[in-house]
Structures are given as structure tokens and as C-alpha cells.
């Protein structure tokens, strides 16, 4: 996670003079250790604050400077130490504003997040205005809310597993629910699968086949009864009967014909040469 650092710049002219005042050599030495510090000399810039700091102790700038370059060099205890201090003697809102900020940063690299959200919160209250540290508060509120001990998120989990079993069940008592509601409101379905199982029955027994047998030729005997002619009239049988008789008799009748046909045929001599 990258958190930019915010420094204090000093536009500072140097005269050559013999002498200088106090204020001028310690606002030299910022000068001085904000130039190693963005060359990435650390242990340099870390001299220079660290010669101001000696000639003025609770100097702001020089702190939160010295801090920012512990920090770049990845030294958050000593960073979070000289922030703290800063706060401590800056005189205006602004300079506790930045202090805080960056504190906020610290305890962002250490996963310290609720630190952080405080130190960043602090750092709204002196600067409402500034949008890096509104970001960088936001995304602080989010880790950690998101962060928990193992045991609440197994306990966590657990619930979500209980929820879910119980949402499941629910689900399948409303879909049998449905399917009986369905079935009552369709009394046609319940009488079609009872006659379907009326008509289908159980399996006969060989005395009920037998039974059943004897049944159906009486019923054929009885249909053949009925179908006997009345008085005055052929049966069906008889009408069958004359018709082929007739057949046969048209036939003989036929052949007789055509055997005469034959015989009366004269035959055309045949020459012999």
C-alpha cells in the first residue's frame, strides 16, 4: 500500500556572511535535509534535521521532516514517534493537520487500521478540506470493518451456514405447500388416479380367468341368439350360402358355354407343300 507523504518546503536564499543566527542555521539544516531526502539520501537528510533539531528541539518542521524521511526509509516506529511529537508543538492548525495525516500513513503499513482511522479523523478536524486525507480515511473505515478476529468470523460463519440451512428448509415446506394447495384445487386429477387405479385393479386369479371365460361364450351365444333371422327372413349365414351356390351354378353354366364355343370353331386346312 503506497501512502504519499506530504513534506514541508522551505524557499530559502543563502547569503555568504560571517555568522549566522540561530533561526538561519536551523531553517539551513530543513533546507538542507529536504533536498537528501528527495534524492533519497535518508541517512543525510537524517543528519540535517537531526542538527537542527539540536539547536531547537520542539522545532515542528524539523520533526515531522525527520519523520517523513524515517518513514520513506520504512522505519514506521520512528516515523510515528517524530508525527506525534509534531502534533504536539506545531502552533497551527495546518501543521497538525499534516502531522496527523501521515500518522495516519504509519499505522496504515502497519495494519494498525483503527489507529489509523482515529489519526486521520484527527487530521479532518484541523483540515476538513483536504481530500487525501478523506480518501485515505475512507479506505481506513473500510479495512477495518472488514478485518475480524478468527474467532468471530468462524462464528460468523457459522451463523451464515445456520441461516442458510434454515432458509433451504423453509424453501422446501413452501414448495410442498404449493403442491398440496395444487392438488386440492384440482379435484379432477384425485378422481382420474382413482379410476385409473379402479380400472387397472389387482392381478386376477386363475379361478376369476376361468369365471370370466365362461362369461364371454355365453355372451357370444347369446349375441349369436340375437342375431338369428326372424320369421320370413335369412340369416346372414344363409344369405352367404345361396350366394356362393349361385356362384357355382353360373360357373357350370359358363364352362358349358365356352365348351361349345371350342368345338364349334371350324379349323383352317393346313396347306402341305
Excluded at 540561530?22 to 538542507?32: C, D, F, L, R
Amino acid at each position: 500500500m503506497k501512502m504519499r507523504v506530504k513534506f514541508f518546503y522551505f524557499s530559502v536564499i543563502l547569503t555568504i556572511k560571517i555568522g549566522f543566527s540561530q533561526n538561519e542555521k536551523i531553517t539551513n539544516y530543513i533546507y538542507e535535509g529536504n533536498k537528501n531526502s528527495q534524492n533519497e539520501a535518508f541517512v543525510e537528510a537524517e543528519k540535517s534535521y537531526r542538527k537542527a533539531l539540536s539547536l531547537s528541539p520542539e522545532k515542528p518542521e524539523a520533526l515531522y521532516n525527520l519523520g517523513n524521511t524515517h518513514f520513506l526509509d520504512k522505519q514506521y516506529d520512528e516515523a510515528s514517534q517524530r508525527f506525534f511529537q509534531t502534533q504536539k508543538f506545531a502552533t497551527t492548525k495546518e501543521a497538525k493537520h499534516l502531522a496527523f495525516h501521515n500518522m495516519g500513513n504509519v499505522y496504515m503499513q502497519k495494519k494498525e487500521y483503527k489507529k489509523a482511522v482515529e489519526a486521520y479523523k484527527n487530521g479532518l478536524r484541523n483540515n476538513p478540506s483536504d481530500d487525501e486525507t478523506r480518501y485515505n480515511y475512507a479506505l481506513a473505515k473500510k479495512l477495518l470493518e472488514n478485518e475480524k478476529p478468527p474467532e468471530e468470523q468462524e462464528k460468523d460463519d457459522k451463523k451464515d451456514q445456520k441461516d442458510q440451512q434454515e432458509k433451504d428448509k423453509n424453501k422446501d415446506k413452501n414448495q410442498q405447500g404449493e403442491q398440496e394447495n395444487k392438488d386440492k384445487q384440482d379435484p379432477e386429477k384425485e378422481g382420474n388416479e382413482g379410476d385409473e387405479k379402479k380400472d387397472q385393479g389387482e392381478p386376477k386369479n386363475e379361478g376369476d380367468q376361468k369365471k370370466d371365460k365362461k362369461e364371454n361364450e355365453k355372451g357370444d351365444q347369446s349375441q349369436q341368439q340375437n342375431q338369428s333371422p326372424k320369421e320370413g327372413q335369412l340369416s346372414p349365414q344363409q344369405v352367404q350360402s345361396l350366394l356362393e351356390a349361385m356362384n357355382n351354378q353360373e360357373k357350370k353354366v359358363q364352362d358349358k358355354v365356352n365348351a361349345k364355343k371350342v368345338k364349334g370353331v371350324p379349323l383352317r386346312g393346313k396347306k402341305d407343300w
